[in-house]
DNA sequence: TAGTCTGTTAGACA
DNA sequence: CTGTCTAACAGACT
């Protein structure tokens, strides 16, 4: 589900209600959403105070007193939100904080994972982590060229978190659309210009999203449908809000991609 | 019933 | 070695 906005949404969240503070309560409800370590470290951690929350990509990190961390990731429909229920649907995992209600990880399809680490040491060992590329606002147009070869696609390079962290299959579209980039442009295809104009709209555009996107509960395009916020993903068949051309959709690099066919043509 | 889905990864193939 | 595609993970929805 959620790409680099979702995540920093609920990062700030979480900045709001658990930093500071420490669990009361633990539910592990469904265990199999533990990769590295165990339920009961998971507890220990969760139970200690929780000295901060960053975010990497689309992982969530959070670092506790007793020097543990916790990375959530949510891939598609997880997210965390904060209820007076402890167990509303889909819940796999819940935690209390005194005077601001539960927490609960609620992930519909069970892709997402919690990994729990003794250390900063072991944390950073985590393959995913190792292998990220950097954030949109550090990349380079030097690190694009270098990270892509030119025959690729440039939208299966933006989705390879290992050139740039936290691009989901949302934001390629929006982006492409943005700055009327052909949905299956190669890489040598774009001047040092285009790559620098994309660098710039990366940051831009994620701002946006974490603003629209702000609220206790990230709501996925496909939970409301009538209040999509993207100009053109899952808009096919609907205006272009550029110039009025009917929004298409196709296959590129096996995802599926919005487009306007003639402010995006060749 | 078949197709779809905001993510990631392994394996097949050209 | 590179890049692309498919399936798989698991479940709900159309």
Redesign the pocket.
């Known amino acids: 589900?959620?790409?680099l906005a979702?995540v920093e949404v609920v990062r700030r969240n979480l900045e709001r209600w658990w930093v500071g503070r420490r669990a009361s309560k633990v539910c592990v409800f469904d265990d199999?959403l533990l990769e590295q370590g165990d339920a009961d470290e998971l507890r220990e951690a969760m139970g200690s105070r929780l000295d901060d929350a960053s975010r990497r990509?689309?992982?969530l990190i959070g670092r506790f007193a007793t020097a543990q961390s916790v990375v959530f990731?949510?891939?598609?429909?997880g997210k965390i939100i904060r209820c007076d229920d402890a167990q509303p649907k889909?819940a796999r995992l819940a935690w209390r904080i005194d005077d601001v209600g539960w927490l609960v990880f609620k992930d519909?399809?069970?892709?997402g994972v919690v990994e729990v680490f003794a250390d900063e040491r072991n944390l950073r060992n985590y393959?995913?982590l190792r292998?990220m590329g950097p954030e949109p606002e550090d990349v380079t147009v030097d690190h694009l060229r270098g990270a892509?070869?030119d025959?690729?696609?440039l939208k299966?390079?933006l989705?390879d978190?290992s050139i740039v962290a936290g691009?989901?299959?949302?934001?390629v579209s929006e982006l492409f659309w943005r700055l009327r980039f052909t949905p299956e442009v190669?890489c040598g295809q774009l001047t040092d210009e285009d790559l620098a104009r994309l660098i710039a709209e990366m940051p831009t555009y994620f701002d946006e999203i974490i603003d629209k996107s702000m609220g206790d509960e990230v709501?996925?395009?496909?939970?409301?449908e009538l209040d999509n916020i993207f100009s053109v993903y899952?808009r096919a068949g609907q205006a272009c809000p550029r110039c009025e051309t009917v929004i298409e959709?196709k296959?590129?690099?096996?995802?599926?991609t919005y487009f306007c066919p003639r402010c995006q043509g060749e």
Do not use: W
Not at 108 to 111: F, H, S
Not at 219 to 224: G, I, K, L, N
């Open positions: 589900m959620p790409e979702e199999a990509g689309k992982y990731h949510f891939r598609m429909t889909y519909q399809r069970r892709l393959e995913p292998r892509c070869s025959r690729r696609m299966t390079a989705l978190q691009v989901g299959n949302i934001a190669k709501m996925y395009v496909d939970e409301a899952r959709k296959r590129v690099g096996g995802r599926s």
